[in-house]
């Protein structure tokens, strides 16, 4: 790092949807470099005022770092360029130095992962081409490896390509130093702020899974005693199906994801919606299976109702609710399988749970065991 301790503001530009993980590994190893990481996360790429935005930025900072894997990006219907090279291009106009990492072995990523038209791949092919013959680019195998390739490059970047950068204020000798370091804290803030957004978000890819008011057909068993008032006790049980949607599946379990819940819970949690949600339904199943095993349904009783939902729909439903980014298991070691709510859950449970001024949430209503 440069000896008067000044700090370095580098623009991160990359394809976004299939390289947020390697976005964010490449943010918090400029940070720990002691850099002011900057990017288009904050920007909607196709507005006309965030691409001035945008440029402003690069303007602004010292450093810009390139990161290339196997797409081309969303492109700019004006120029036929995607919003990454628009970026790449305008660096290279305004001097900046360029650091640009390039995934190596293309070939062996998976088909999602790289431009599924011919007009794409050429594309592609040519702002790589372009990056390629015009920079000296480092090649990273894997998200293990990039960080590495970043810190190292970083750390020759600052020695050999000397730039303004940002200064303390108990280093600085002006007022001028003084107005910068409290622009370097405001960029700052804007850099968490954008970092919570980009952790809140739903993971690529999700926007095929089915979510929301999509429905999910369930096969459980619902089950009663029948007494007839004298000695007669028999246990009834029927195997039913119903089609909850996404949302009031999550919605369910997501209070007790609150702070944090066993596996075991959200199951039980799970039946006893499936029960109360349904109960004129089940109810009508258990009085079918009565009336066929000939008991006096009339005269007799039911009690002690319970739902069995078995181990592959539950373990579907925890799927999905990962899959679209709104659960995710504990990191913290105990016995046994504990789940928590992500940021996009968080987010997710006060929408469908919190109660607005003009309702309520509908309850259903216990029944009497």
């Known amino acids: 790092m440069a000896t008067d301790q000044r700090r370095f503001e580098v623009f991160v530009s990359s394809t976004y949807r299939d390289l947020q993980e390697a976005r964010q590994r490449v943010t918090m190893t400029l940070l720990e470099c002691d850099a002011f990481p900057s990017g288009m996360e904050m920007f909607p790429a196709a507005d006309d005022d965030a691409w001035t935005l945008i440029r402003r930025i690069i303007d602004g900072c010292d450093y810009y770092l390139l990161v290339i894997a196997g797409k081309y990006g969303s492109v700019d219907p004006s120029s036929g360029l995607s919003y990454t090279e628009m970026e790449y291009d305008y660096a290279v106009a305004a001097s900046k130095p360029v650091m640009a990492f390039l995934y190596k072995d293309v070939d062996g990523l998976r088909a999602d992962q790289c431009e599924s038209t011919d007009e794409g791949r050429e594309k592609y092919n040519n702002f790589r081409q372009k990056v390629q013959k015009a920079k000296h680019v480092k090649y990273w195998k894997s998200l293990d490896d990039l960080p590495g390739q970043v810190a190292l490059s970083y750390t020759k970047f600052v020695r050999d390509y000397p730039a303004t950068g940002w200064m303390r204020a108990d280093q600085a000798s002006s007022t001028e130093s003084l107005k910068e370091l409290l622009g370097a804290k405001a960029r700052i803030e804007e850099l968490e702020d954008a970092l919570a957004k980009v952790n809140a978000a739903a993971p690529s890819g999700a926007e095929d899974l089915a979510q929301g008011s999509d429905e999910f057909e ?45 596996e075991n819970v959200l199951r039980e949690v799970l039946q006893s919606f499936l029960l109360l949600e349904y109960f004129s339904d089940n109810k009508a199943a258990i009085i079918e299976a009565a009336t066929e095993k000939k008991f006096a349904v009339q005269s007799g009783e039911f009690s002690h109702w319970g739902t069995h939902i078995s181990g592959d729909y539950f373990g579907t439903i925890m799927v999905q609710l990962s899959a679209l980014g709104l659960i995710k298991q504990s990191e913290r070691k105990r016995s046994g399988a504990y789940w928590t709510l992500t940021p996009l859950g968080e987010a997710r449970t006060v929408q469908l749970r919190a109660i607005k001024k003009t309702g309520t949430i509908s309850t259903p209503k216990a029944v009497t065991e």
């Open 218 to 262: 369930i096969s459980y068993q619902v089950s009663a005693v029948y007494g007839d008032g004298y000695i007669t006790v028999k246990q009834v049980a029927a195997w039913r199906s119903c089609r909850p949607t996404w949302d009031s599946l999550f919605a369910t379990v997501a209070p007790s994801l609150l702070q944090e819940a066993e």
